[in-house]
Every structure is written in structure tokens, then in C-alpha cells.
């Protein structure tokens, strides 16, 4: 893989939070929080994170970040207790489990690791505005 030029956390946040709501939504744009239910256009949503981005290791796994309504996730710290169930819901009780391990799990994201997710989600979001047309 070639490198062509760094990328800052922030701008990365950008790609990824961008890949994530349209991942999460349907073909007319729409997203269902994953906390509480409600249904919001994807530009409208936020990427929340159900173990808190703080956490390098879980920071850019596709299971812990889903789209979410701004009230839970700006104003309800998450809203995690209906994020839990929510996930539950969308990957199974194993894999959110996992998921409450693997914040612990030691994880170096210099400027080489984050350049390299930033290659790997501007592929995956430009693949993805082709597939879906919202
Ligand atoms: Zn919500």
C-alpha cells in the first residue's frame, strides 16, 4: 500500500464518521439510532461510539461505531443502556461482549496506523457513495 500523504485523527474521524452513517443507512438516506429507535437522515446523525472513542482499540472498529440520533449521543452521553441493546440486536450478544474486552487491548495509532485507516475508509466511503445513491 503507498502512502501518499498524512492525514490528521480529526480529519480521519471525518472519513470514518461519514462511512459509518452511510453504511447505516437506507436507500432513501434514512438512519434508526441505534440507542433509542428514531429515524433521522443520515447527515443529520451522528457516528456514536459504544465504547467510548477514548479507547484506541475500539476507536475505528466497524461494530462500535453505529449511526445515532444527536440527542442520544450529544445529549444523553450516549444513551448507552439502549445503545447495548440495540447492538445486541445488530451483531449479537458475543460479539458486543467482545467488544467490552477489546477496549483494553493495547493499540498504537501514530501517524502510520492513522494513514493507513484513512487510505483503507477513503477507498470504502468512495465504494460506498457509488453503491448507494443518497
Ligand atoms: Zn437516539
Redesign the pocket.
Known amino acids: 500500500m503507498k502512502i501518499t500523504k498524512n492525514t490528521s485523527k480529526k480529519r480521519l474521524d471525518t472519513i470514518f464518521s461519514e462511512f459509518i452513517r452511510r453504511r447505516d443507512a437506507d436507500d432513501k438516506g434514512f438512519i434508526r439510532?441505534i440507542?433509542?429507535?428514531?429515524v433521522v437522515h443520515w447527515k443529520e446523525s451522528d457516528c456514536g461510539h459504544y465504547i467510548n472513542r477514548k479507547h484506541n482499540s475500539t476507536r475505528y472498529d466497524e461494530q462500535n461505531c453505529n449511526a445515532?440520533?444527536r440527542?442520544?449521543n450529544r445529549f444523553d452521553e450516549g444513551?448507552i443502556q439502549?445503545y447495548r441493546k440495540g447492538l445486541i440486536k445488530k451483531i449479537g450478544e458475543e460479539a458486543t461482549n467482545l467488544l467490552e474486552f477489546k477496549k483494553y487491548n493495547a493499540c498504537k495509532l501514530g501517524q502510520f496506523e492513522i494513514n493507513i485507516l484513512a487510505d483503507e475508509y477513503r477507498a470504502k466511503l468512495k465504494a460506498i457513495k457509488q453503491d448507494k445513491k443518497i
Open positions: 439510532c440507542s433509542c429507535g428514531k445515532q440520533c440527542s442520544c444513551n439502549g
